[in-house]
T-cell receptor, first 109, second 111 residues
Framework: QKEVEQNSGPLSVPEGAIASLNCTYSDRGSQSFFWYRQYSGKSPELIMF????GDKEDGRFTAQLNKASQYVSLLIRDSQPSDSATYLCAEGGSYIPTFGRGTSLIVHP | DTAVSQTPKYLVTQMGNDKSIKCEQN?????MYWYKQDSKKFLKIMFSYNNKELIINETVPNRFSPKSPDKAHLNLHINSLELGDSAVYFC??????????FGPGTRLTVT
C-alpha cells in the first residue's frame, strides 16, 4: 500500500521567515504530487501541484520534487500569520490518491 | 457559486440508523471522491467514481455505499451506523486524476 509520510509538527516560524514543509513517499512510480492547506474546521484547498522533477514557483510558494530521493517539499516565503494551518501532501496519479497526515504550521508575529 | 457542495453540514444520529450524505459539483469534472477525516485529522480516501466506474478503497466496510445518479452527483449511504463512523466526511471532485476540489464537509456524530 502506498504511503506518504509527513512530520506532524507543529512547525513554528516567525512572521517573515521561510517555512519548509517536507514529505516522502513510498511508491517510486508515483508521478504527481499535490499540496493542500487546511484551516481548522475547514476543507482542504489546493495550493500547488507538481509533476516534474525540480522546482515550481507560484507567488510565495515553491514546490520541489526529487523523484530519485522520493521527496517533495513546500517552501513558503515571507510567512504570514494567515499561513498558520495544516499542510497536507498528497500523491495523485491514480483514482485512489494517498494523503499524508499533514504538518501543522504556526506562524507567530 | 459553490463548486462542490455537500448536505447536510452536520448530522447527529444514533447507532444502528441508516443515513445519507449528498454531494454535488458544478465544475464539469469527471471524477468524484469521498474521504473520511478522523479525529486525528487523517484524510483517508473511501471511494472514487469516474465515468461510472467505482473504485473502492479495500479497507472501507461494505456498510458504506456510494451512489451516483449522474456525473455531477455522488451520494454516500451508510447503513447500520457505528460509533467509529463519527468523523468529518468530505466530497471532492477532479478532472481525471488531477488536482481535487473539496466540498465543505459533513460532520457526522453517532451517539
Amino acid at each position: 500500500q502506498k504511503e506518504v509520510e509527513q512530520n506532524s509538527g507543529p512547525l513554528s516560524v516567525p512572521e517573515g521567515a521561510i517555512a519548509s514543509l517536507n514529505c516522502t513517499y513510498s511508491d517510486r512510480g508515483s508521478q504527481s504530487f499535490f499540496w493542500y492547506r487546511q484551516y481548522s474546521g475547514k476543507s482542504p484547498e489546493l495550493i500547488m501541484f507538481i509533476y516534474s522533477n525540480g522546482d515550481k514557483e507560484d507567488g510565495r510558494f515553491t514546490a520541489q520534487l526529487n523523484k530519485a530521493s522520493q521527496y517533495v517539499s513546500l517552501l513558503i516565503r515571507d510567512s504570514q500569520p494567515s499561513d498558520s494551518a495544516t499542510y497536507l501532501c498528497a500523491e495523485g496519479g491514480s483514482y485512489i490518491p494517498t494523503f499524508g497526515r499533514g504538518t501543522s504550521l504556526i506562524v507567530h508575529p | 457559486d459553490t463548486a462542490v457542495s455537500q448536505t447536510p453540514k452536520y448530522l447527529v444520529t444514533q447507532m444502528g440508523n441508516d443515513k445519507s450524505i449528498k454531494c454535488e459539483q458544478n465544475l464539469g469534472h469527471d471524477t468524484m471522491y469521498w474521504y473520511k477525516q478522523d479525529s486525528k485529522k487523517f484524510l483517508k480516501i473511501m471511494f472514487s467514481y469516474n465515468n461510472k466506474e467505482l473504485i473502492i478503497n479495500e479497507t472501507v466496510p461494505n456498510r458504506f455505499s456510494p451512489k451516483s445518479p449522474d456525473k455531477a452527483h455522488l451520494n454516500l449511504h451508510i447503513n447500520s451506523l457505528e460509533l467509529g463512523d463519527s468523523a468529518v466526511y468530505f466530497c471532492a471532485s477532479s478532472q481525471d486524476r488531477f488536482e481535487q476540489y473539496f466540498g465543505p464537509g459533513t460532520r457526522l456524530t453517532v451517539t
